[in-house]
C-alpha cells in the first residue's frame, strides 16, 4: 500500500488569484466538516494563498456569498475548482452557471474537476491501508470502487475505466459500484466477486465526504459481509496536493474562463 506522505508546503505568490473551492452541500454536518478540513489542508499547503469554500446547496455560505465577499474586498480575478470527481452535471452546467452571475468586476476561471488522476488512485489506497489492509493482501483482494453514480455517460466511463487500470497494479479484481442512477450497487458488487472466489473484498468509496449516498456505499459494503470498508477521500493529503494541481493548470496562458 501506499506510504505515508507527506504535503509539501510552497508559498503562493503575492499576487495569486484567491483560490475558490466550490463543494456540493448536504444536509449532513460531517459533509462540510470535511470540506473545511480539506481547505485547511490546502491553504497549509501554500501558504499566503487565499483559500475559500462555497457551496452549491444546504451549507453556507453559498458560491454567490463567496463571489460577492470577494468582489467587496477588491478581489479582480480567482479560480474555482469544483470538489467533483468526474465531469457530469453539476461541472458542465450548475458550477457554470452560478460562476456567470458572479459580480462583473470579478473575473473568475473554473478549473477541471478532480478526476481521473493518480493521486486519487494513491489516496485511495492511503483510505484502505488506514482501514487495514497490508501491502501483501493486495494480489487476494477483490477491490470494489463505489462512486456517488451519474447518469452522464462521459461520468461513469471515467469510474469503469479507472476501475480497469486499477486492476492491472496487482489486485485480484477491481469493480465499479454505484450508489444511485447505475448498478450495479456496492452490494452486488461484492456479492459478485465472493461468488467468483475472491478470498478477500475491500470497498473503496470513491467520494469526498460523508453524506447520504457514502452512507449508502457502507450500508451496502456492511450488508454484503465485505471484509473492509475504507473511509471516505475526505482531507487526504493527495486531495489537497490535487487541488493546488489544479489551481496551477488554471492559471496557465491557455486558461478557461467561464463561458458566456
Same mark, same amino acid.
Given at each position: 500500500?501506499?506510504?505515508?506522505a507527506?504535503?509539501?508546503?510552497?508559498?503562493?505568490?503575492?499576487?495569486a488569484?484567491p483560490?475558490?473551492?466550490?463543494?456540493?452541500?448536504?444536509?449532513?454536518?460531517?459533509h462540510?466538516?470535511?470540506v473545511r478540513a480539506?481547505?485547511?489542508r490546502?491553504?497549509?499547503?501554500?501558504?499566503?494563498?487565499? %483559500?475559500v469554500?462555497g &457551496?452549491?446547496?444546504?451549507?453556507?455560505?453559498?458560491v454567490?456569498?463567496?463571489?460577492?465577499?470577494?468582489?467587496a474586498? =477588491?478581489? *479582480?480575478?480567482? %479560480?474555482?475548482?469544483p470538489?467533483?470527481?468526474?465531469?457530469? &452535471?453539476?461541472?458542465?452546467?450548475?458550477i457554470?452557471?452560478?460562476?456567470?452571475?458572479?459580480?462583473?468586476r470579478?473575473?473568475?476561471?473554473?478549473?477541471?474537476?478532480?478526476?481521473?488522476?493518480?493521486?486519487?488512485?494513491?489516496?485511495? +489506497?492511503?483510505?484502505?491501508?488506514?482501514a487495514?489492509?497490508r501491502?501483501?493482501?493486495r494480489?487476494?483482494?477483490?477491490?470494489?470502487?463505489?462512486s456517488?453514480?451519474?447518469?452522464?455517460p462521459?461520468a461513469s466511463?471515467?469510474?469503469? +475505466?479507472?476501475?480497469?487500470e486499477?486492476?492491472?497494479?496487482?489486485?485480484?479484481a477491481v469493480?465499479p459500484?454505484?450508489?444511485?442512477?447505475?448498478?450495479p450497487?456496492?452490494?452486488?458488487?461484492?456479492?459478485?466477486? *465472493?461468488?467468483? =472466489?475472491?478470498? *478477500?473484498?475491500?470497498?473503496?468509496?470513491y467520494?469526498?465526504?460523508?453524506g447520504f449516498?457514502?452512507d449508502r456505499?457502507?450500508?451496502?459494503?456492511?450488508?454484503?459481509?465485505?471484509?473492509?470498508l475504507a473511509?471516505?477521500?475526505?482531507?487526504a493529503?493527495?486531495?489537497a496536493?490535487?487541488l493546488?494541481r489544479r489551481?496551477?493548470?488554471a492559471?496557465?496562458?491557455?486558461?478557461?474562463?467561464i463561458p458566456?
Open positions: 500500500m501506499r506510504p505515508a507527506r504535503l509539501r508546503s510552497v508559498p503562493a505568490p503575492r499576487d488569484p483560490l475558490l473551492l466550490i463543494a456540493h452541500g448536504s444536509r449532513d454536518p460531517r462540510a466538516a470535511t480539506l481547505t485547511r490546502v491553504r497549509a499547503a501554500r501558504p499566503g494563498l487565499r %483559500v469554500t &457551496f452549491l446547496d444546504f451549507c453556507a455560505p453559498s454567490p456569498q463567496v463571489l460577492e465577499r470577494l468582489a474586498d =477588491g478581489v *479582480r480575478e480567482a %479560480v474555482a475548482l470538489l467533483l470527481l468526474t465531469r457530469a &452535471f453539476h461541472a458542465k452546467s450548475d457554470p452557471a452560478v460562476l456567470r452571475e458572479a459580480p462583473a470579478l473575473r473568475v476561471t473554473q478549473g477541471e474537476v478532480l478526476g481521473p488522476s493518480p493521486l486519487l488512485t494513491a489516496a485511495l +489506497e492511503r483510505r484502505l491501508a488506514e487495514g489492509l501491502p501483501g493482501d494480489s487476494s483482494t477483490g477491490v470494489v470502487l463505489a456517488a453514480g451519474s447518469t452522464d462521459e466511463a471515467v469510474i469503469a +475505466e479507472i476501475a480497469r486499477w486492476r492491472h497494479t496487482g489486485w485480484c469493480r459500484a454505484f450508489a444511485s442512477a447505475l448498478l450497487r456496492t452490494e452486488d458488487a461484492v456479492r459478485a466477486l *465472493r461468488a467468483e =472466489g475472491v478470498r *478477500r473484498i475491500a470497498v473503496a468509496p467520494v469526498l465526504a460523508p449516498l457514502p456505499i457502507a450500508g451496502g459494503a456492511r450488508e454484503a459481509g465485505a471484509d473492509l473511509p471516505v477521500l475526505g482531507a493529503p493527495e486531495v496536493e490535487l493546488l489551481y496551477d493548470e492559471l496557465l496562458p491557455a486558461r478557461r474562463l458566456a
